[in-house]
């Protein structure tokens, strides 16, 4: 395994979402149990390639939609999206392995994350779904339409048409021009953690609300009110490794494509104005072109994609453009059809899938943990993205 440099690394960690290793499981604090998640959707968990996996099910009729969260994130990322298609579509989201209330089990590389991905749809008895994926869920989005073409629809890109393994993007994110830690302050209670985390990525958000579910399922809440991060470091390293080694390749695809960028990588508008100087100087020098020399390669090699550009950045525009990414896409997936059902176990001739675990009767109810691997070391970096 070659590695890459230490501040690459380090940066990817912070920029594209991981939060650090996981320490041993703690009883929450009464502040995080005392909140009820508000969404309209019902979790549960299943086993499926050798690992337990948490999903979001926001309930509706019609083909699947499946939505696949960025690195180091979770599926309640989507739960301002989401009910925007459940009167068309059955919408679902899942924690990848290593993310969120998910099992930390590896290996990470796409081709076991792909096929996480299959079985879970063979699990909940999908047979076909369009498929979206934000950041660096577009590695499954365009592995599972390129390998198992008979069970994706149409696919959408949510600023995820990027090759995050391309030398350009590596380049950028050893240039960050700020730090993305958290603050040791930040670490000490829910309320700092949250304040810090809404500054440094939704300075612009109308409604902090709107992101509360997502920002909880990013750390721990401890005994003591302190915070720790969520993610197991050692799934972190091997899932950043894979994010940054393993290229795209479109060519296998040939799905139906919609493609949404965001106008930037950080904010560059809202926020401290020394930073946000330093912000739009380094997306005019490493991520606008890298930006566009994506585009240019999607068009090249996606057979049937649209390019769709909306305001915001890497980390909001799926608030901030709500409106806009909602019409592209209903518009995009508007004739999505076919058989979206597997057939039953019975008429497979067999015991059939495994079904989920656990699965909550009340919508927004939160799911205990699945259960995590190795106790952490140290906290690591924070946030976002890919």
Not at 192 to 200: F, G, I, N
Request: glycine share 8%.
């Amino acid at each position: 395994m070659s590695r890459l440099p230490a501040r690459s690394a380090v940066v990817a960690m912070a920029v594209l979402g991981l939060v650090g290793c996981r320490a041993k499981e703690a009883p929450p604090a009464a502040s995080q149990t005392e909140w009820t998640d508000p969404a309209a959707h019902t979790s549960g968990f299943v086993t499926v390639n050798g690992v337990r996996l948490n999903y979001l099910d926001w309930g509706g009729t019609g083909p699947t939609l499946i939505l696949i969260h960025g690195y180091g994130d979770n599926p309640h990322a989507f739960d301002d999206l989401a009910p925007a298609f459940t009167d068309r579509f059955h919408v679902i989201g899942y924690a990848r392995r290593g993310h969120g209330r998910s099992e930390a089990k590896g290996p990470y590389d796409v081709a076991t994350l792909t096929e996480d991905l299959r079985q879970l749809m063979d699990s909940l008895g999908i047979a076909k779904a369009d498929l979206a994926g934000w950041s660096m869920g577009g590695d499954e989005v365009t592995a599972m339409a390129g390998t198992h073409p008979d069970r994706v629809g149409k696919i959408v890109y949510l600023d995820a048409g990027y090759d995050w393994a391309d030398s350009a993007n590596v380049i950028a994110f050893d240039s960050i021009p700020a730090d993305l830690t958290p603050p040791p302050s930040a670490m000490t209670s829910y309320p700092s953690y949250r304040a810090s985390h809404l500054a440094t990525w939704f300075p612009a958000l109308d409604d902090p609300g709107r992101v509360e579910a997502y920002i909880r399922d990013l750390v721990d809440v401890q005994p003591d009110g302190s915070v720790r991060p969520a993610m197991d470091d050692s799934a972190g390293a091997a899932l950043y490794h894979t994010l940054l080694t393993d290229h795209r390749e479109y060519g296998k695809v040939k799905a139906p494509a919609l493609a949404i960028y965001a106008e930037t990588f950080f904010d560059t508008v809202h926020g401290d104005s020394t930073q946000r100087v330093k912000n739009l100087a380094w997306e005019r020098k490493f991520f606008a072109p890298f930006r566009e020399g994506s585009i240019a390669r999607i068009r090249k090699e996606l057979p049937q994609v649209e390019v769709v550009r909306v305001p915001g950045t890497h980390a909001d525009f799926l608030f901030v453009s709500r409106d806009r990414v909602v019409a592209a896409m209903r518009r995009f997936l508007a004739d999505s059809a076919g058989p979206t059902r597997l057939p039953s176990p019975a008429t497979l001739g067999r015991s059939g899938p495994p079904r989920a675990a656990a699965r909550s009767s009340v919508p927004g109810s939160r799911p205990a943990p699945a259960p995590r691997r190795a106790p952490r070391a140290a906290a690591g970096a924070h946030r976002r993205g890919a």
